[in-house]
C-alpha cells in the first residue's frame, strides 16, 4: 500500500473517529467516576487479612492515579468535543460565516474581524486538540500502567534480596522517581546511546527489548517519541510531569479519606493556619461503633460510643495480618493446636480438651493483648472471636465492668506485647480510646 494511500486512509479514519472518541469517552467516564468507590470497598474488605506492602500500596494507589489520568484526559476530550460540535453547528447552519453586511461598525473593525480565524478555522483547531486530548489521556495511562509494573517488581525484588528493604518509604520513594525518569526517556542517552558498539550495544539492546515487553513500554514509546519530537522536549516533559503531579496530589487526597495508615492531604479551600497543629489533642471517629458504617471502619478496634451510658464497655479489637507472627509463638509457649489429638474418643473427651484447649487461648490472648483504663489494667478478660455486624471487619470481642467508674472522662488503653528476637518483650500503644461515663 502507497504512503499516498496511507494518508487517504488516515484521512478517512479521522473524519468518522470523532463518534468512537465520544463513545469510548463518555462510557469510560461513567465508569471510572465509581471506581474509586469499587476501589476504596476492595481494600476495606482486605486491608486486616493480608500484609500491607510496599508493592501493594504502589500498585493500589497506581490504580487511583490511573483512574484519575483518564478521568482528566476523557473528561477534556468531552469538554472539547462538545465545543467542537457546537462550532461545527454554526459552520453548517451559516456556512459562509460571518455577514458583514449586517455588521454595524467601521471598516477598520471589519477589517479586523476578518483577520480572525472563522468558525470553519475554530472547528479545525478543535479538532485538532480533541483528538490530542484523547491521545494523550491513553499515552500516560499506559505510561502510568507500566510505571506500576517497574516500581512494583523492583520493590518485590529489593524484599526478596533483603527482608524489608523495599517496605522503607524512602525505598519506594527512590525507586518510583527512578523509574519515572527511564520511562520518561531521560536516561536513554546515558544507557542506549547509539554511539555504542560491540557487547555493550548488544546488551544494552536486548535489555531494552526485554524490558519494552515486560513493562508494555511498547504500547506507548513510539507515540510518545512522536509527540515529543514534535513539540518542545521540555515543554512536552512538563506537561507530562505536571499531569501526573496533579493526578498523585488528587488521588493522595482520594486515599487519605480512608487509608488506615493516613496519608498527607491538600486543600485549596483551607486557610486556616493553626487548626492542625502537632500539639493538639485529636479524637478518632474511627474508635466509636456508633460513627462507624459499612464503609467506615475500626481499622485497629474501639469501644460503643463516645459517651457511655451503659455499665459495661464493648471492646471489640480488630485482627490484624501481624498478630500472627506473635500468636504463631503464643500457640507453641501455651500449648494449643489446631488439631485434634488421635487420642480423643468420646463426646465428653472432646468437650473437655475444647474447654482446656479455650482456657489456654484465652490466656494466650491476654499475654498478647494489655487492657487498661485509666491507670488500672484490666486482669481475667474473657474475648470470643467476632465479626463486626456494621464494619464487617474480624477481631475479638469482649465486655468489661465499669459501674464503679466515676461520671467523668476516662481513657482506655490497649497495649500490645510481642516477644523481640533478640530476646525479651516490648509493648506497643495499639489502642488509646477517650470517652465519658454518664
Known sequence: ?????????????????????????????????????????????????????????????????????????????LILRSVWLAYLGLSYAFADGINYDNIKGSEAYKSKLKKNPTALDRVVYLEKWSKLSYSFAIIVALFVLSLIITSTTVIWLLNVISSGLGDVPITSYIVVILMVLIQLGFLDQLFLSTKEKGRFARISSFSDKLFNIFTLAFLYRREALVLKSNVNKWAFYGFVLLYLFVSITISINRVGDFYSSGTFTFSPFDDRDFYRGYFRSTMSRNRYENTLG?????????????????????????????????????????????????????????????????????????????????????????????????????????????????????????????????????????????????
Open 294 to 438: 459499612p464503609d467506615k471502619k475500626f481499622f485497629s478496634g474501639g469501644i460503643q460510643s463516645d459517651i457511655v451510658k451503659d455499665n459495661y464497655l464493648k471492646l471489640f479489637v480488630v485482627y490484624q495480618e501481624n498478630f500472627d507472627w506473635q500468636f504463631k509463638g503464643s500457640f507453641k509457649e501455651f500449648g494449643l493446636s489446631n488439631k485434634y489429638p488421635d487420642s480423643l474418643r468420646t463426646a465428653n473427651e472432646f468437650k473437655a480438651h475444647r474447654k482446656n484447649q479455650n482456657e489456654k487461648w484465652q490466656a494466650a490472648i491476654n499475654d498478647y493483648l494489655k487492657v487498661y483504663i485509666d491507670s488500672n489494667q484490666v486482669s481475667q478478660i474473657q474475648w470470643a472471636a467476632y465479626k463486626h455486624p456494621v464494619t464487617a471487619e474480624e477481631g475479638y470481642l469482649t465486655y468489661l465492668k465499669i459501674d464503679t467508674l466515676a461520671k467523668s472522662k476516662h481513657y482506655m488503653y490497649v497495649d500490645i506485647r510481642y516477644n523481640l528476637t533478640s530476646g525479651g518483650s516490648q509493648t506497643e500503644r495499639l489502642l488509646n480510646i477517650p470517652f465519658w461515663k454518664d
Open 1 to 77: 500500500m502507497s504512503a499516498k494511500s496511507n494518508k487517504y486512509n488516515i484521512q478517512e479514519y479521522h473524519k468518522q473517529s470523532w463518534q468512537l472518541e465520544m463513545l469510548i469517552a463518555g462510557g469510560i467516564l461513567f465508569s471510572l467516576y465509581n471506581f474509586g468507590d469499587d476501589l476504596r470497598a476492595f481494600y476495606l474488605s482486605i486491608y486486616s487479612t493480608i500484609k500491607i506492602t510496599s508493592h501493594f500500596m504502589i500498585g493500589f494507589f497506581g490504580a487511583y492515579v490511573l483512574t484519575t489520568v483518564l478521568l482528566f484526559g476523557f473528561g477534556a476530550n
